[in-house]
């Protein structure tokens, strides 16, 4: 199994991905056979920071990263592992254009690539907030606490959200939500 959990910064994604690996390490919960799984894997998949390059370099060892990524899950595909990714392919689609100076489009192009063997066993989980929240939790390791930009980054999410091709996936709106009742919500979705 992997499961991609995306959104914006501080709104719960290392704490749900906490939640869903004790879960699946403390219960068993395994949708796609009986066994349990041998490992369950988070893998915090961000964008490779690197100096002096241009941006056609930038968007060539993003690509690379990329697909290095969906190749990943490819060989996890068939195990009886789970890998969780905090963040992936959506999160270069957000801020790539608005910080780093490149469309980052090409992602769903590398999806469509992948999607129809790993459709099967992929769960992509979309977590969105409200301004004010995203910006009130804001711990100076966000990108920007400029609600108009921040109003842009939730509006990309959505519509990386519905671009994906992914057919299992869910798009939490958090702002009236405990972390519980999130991880509720996604835990009964997946298992």
């Not at 697909?67 to 689609?93: A, P, Q, S, W």
């Not at 099967?120 to 301004?131: E, M, R």
């Not at 930009?149 to 798009?171: C, G, H, N």
Request: hydrophobic fraction near 35%; charged fraction near 25%; include cysteine.
């Amino acid at each position: 199994m992997n499961i991609l959990c995306e959104g914006l910064d501080r709104c719960g994604k290392s704490t749900l991905i906490s939640t869903l690996q004790a879960e699946i390490y403390n219960s068993w919960i395994y949708p796609i056979n009986s066994e349990k799984p041998r490992t369950c894997a988070v893998l915090h998949y961000n964008n490779i920071k690197a100096k002096n390059l241009t941006l056609d370099e930038m968007k060539l060892v993003s690509f690379n990263h990329y697909c290095n990524g969906f190749d990943l899950m490819m060989k996890n595909h068939r195990t009886n592992n789970v890998l969780i990714f905090d963040r992936f392919h959506l999160g270069e689609y957000v801020y790539s254009e608005l910080y780093r100076g490149y469309e980052g489009n090409y992602v769903f192009d590398i999806e469509k690539k992948y999607v129809e063997v790993l459709d099967k066993t992929t769960y992509l989980i979309v977590l969105v907030d409200n301004i004010d929240n995203l910006i009130s939790r804001d711990d100076g390791l966000s990108f920007t606490t400029d609600r108009e930009k921040k109003q842009w980054e939730v509006d990309r999410f959505t519509q990386a959200y519905e671009q994906s091709s992914f057919t299992k996936k869910i798009l939490i709106n958090i702002s009236d939500l405990t972390i519980e009742e999130v991880a509720n919500k996604v835990k009964t979705w997946i298992f």
